[in-house]
């Protein structure tokens, strides 16, 4: 009988202290919201642009010689591509990534200069999963998917204990309710993890909120057929893995739908208000609480999870109001400043 590895707090831990070791703590930044104060983790500032190099360096850290010899093999619309191609680099490790042909310019250019090999693949008729472990299999290599590897989510959870320590320091409160965007439930199931008194809600871009779904239902329920377009590549997920959804079911985690409009508003809000790029799957978490669909209250901690744009999608956000105008689109969630 094989014994799964299970991710754990120890190993969120770990994970923090190893990427400690290489970089500088992501920028925590605050707005008042309703009159009170949130942080925000800018994990959009990270060297890919996005909190994936944090699961993948975990991850590849954890191979042995032969299997940093034999090289990985991932599949990814882009941030988990950039973040296993960064570590590979730094760790002289080949990498091949399964990507969809219609993934964004910006990401896929980014893994390409980072030195990964990529497979394209079309995500309506092919299936990025069986392309990426027949590849594995027929380079004996390591498959390192995106979110359904305990060394993934105990890497991302890093994030979570890294924002508790600037709270900390900043003089804030420990963080109470921690909101972050969710496709496959990584980030969320590593910062479940890491911060077990906090309460964690998992925001979703509408159509494709399968993790709320699943956790209302008790079950894993698939997205459903035919979902509507999104702007959230970073969250097309079709079914949450097991291992995710186990230990987001087991601490309660709870999931809100937010729409494209508005998550458009919460970029230009993230744009004009705290000076940071956030690309549509990185915005889904501010756009819940701008939105008024869940308080803001002290010892909220929000997650920028990846800044990624694509320049011209991102241009035609921005131009949807002048600046003055994005006072206006959070008129409706309340003061802030």
Same mark, same amino acid.
């Given at each position: ?19 400690? #070791? ?9 707005? %008042?919201? =309703? ?8 994990? $959009?500032?990270?060297? *890919? ?35 296993? &191609?960064?570590? #590979? ?6 990498? *091949? ?26 995500? =309506? ?37 890294? #924002?508790?320590?600037?709270?900390? +320091? ?25 911060? %077990?008194?906090?309460?964690?809600? *998992? ?9 709320? $779904? ?44 937010? +729409?494209? &409009? ?76």
């Amino acid at each position: 009988m094989t014994i799964v590895r299970q991710p754990t707090r120890a190993g969120v831990r770990d994970a923090a202290a190893k990427i400690a #070791a290489i970089l500088p703590p992501s920028p925590l930044l605050t707005a %008042s919201i =309703r009159g009170v104060t949130v942080a925000f983790k800018a994990e $959009c500032l990270q060297p *890919v642009g996005a909190f994936k190099l944090r699961g993948a360096w975990h991850r590849l850290t954890a191979l042995d010689e032969r299997g940093r010899q034999k090289g990985v093999v991932a599949f990814s619309s882009g941030n988990h591509a950039l973040g296993i &191609a960064w570590a #590979a680099r730094r760790l002289g490790i080949p990498a *091949v990534i399964v990507m969809p042909s219609d993934a964004p310019r910006v990401k896929r250019e980014g893994t390409l200069a980072l030195g990964a090999e990529i497979v394209a693949y079309d995500r =309506r008729t092919e299936n990025r999963e069986k392309i990426a472990a027949h590849l594995a299999h027929s380079r004996d290599a390591t498959l390192v998917p995106s979110f359904d590897d305990p060394w993934v989510i105990e890497g991302q959870g890093s994030a979570a204990i890294e #924002a508790a320590q600037q709270m900390s +320091s900043m003089g804030l409160d420990t963080p109470k309710r921690i909101l972050l965007p969710c496709g496959g439930g990584g980030l969320a199931a590593g910062t479940a993890l890491a911060l %077990s008194d906090a309460e964690v809600t *998992v925001v979703e871009p509408e159509g494709w909120d399968d993790m709320r $779904c699943s956790l209302e239902a008790g079950w894993i329920e698939p997205v459903g057929e035919n979902p509507p377009e999104t702007a959230c590549d970073a969250l097309m997920t079709n079914e949450v893995s097991p291992l995710t959804f186990d230990v987001l079911s087991r601490r309660g985690v709870t999931g809100i739908a937010v +729409s494209e &409009a508005e998550i458009r508003t919460a970029q230009r809000w993230a744009a004009f208000q705290l000076r940071v790029v956030v690309e549509p799957g990185g915005a889904v978490a501010l756009a819940a609480l701008l939105a008024g669909r869940i308080a803001a209250e002290p010892g909220m901690l929000v997650m920028l999870s990846g800044g990624n744009v694509d320049p011209d999608a991102y241009a035609g956000v921005l131009g949807e109001h002048e600046a003055p105008g994005i006072a206006e689109d959070a008129a409706a969630a309340g003061e802030y400043s």
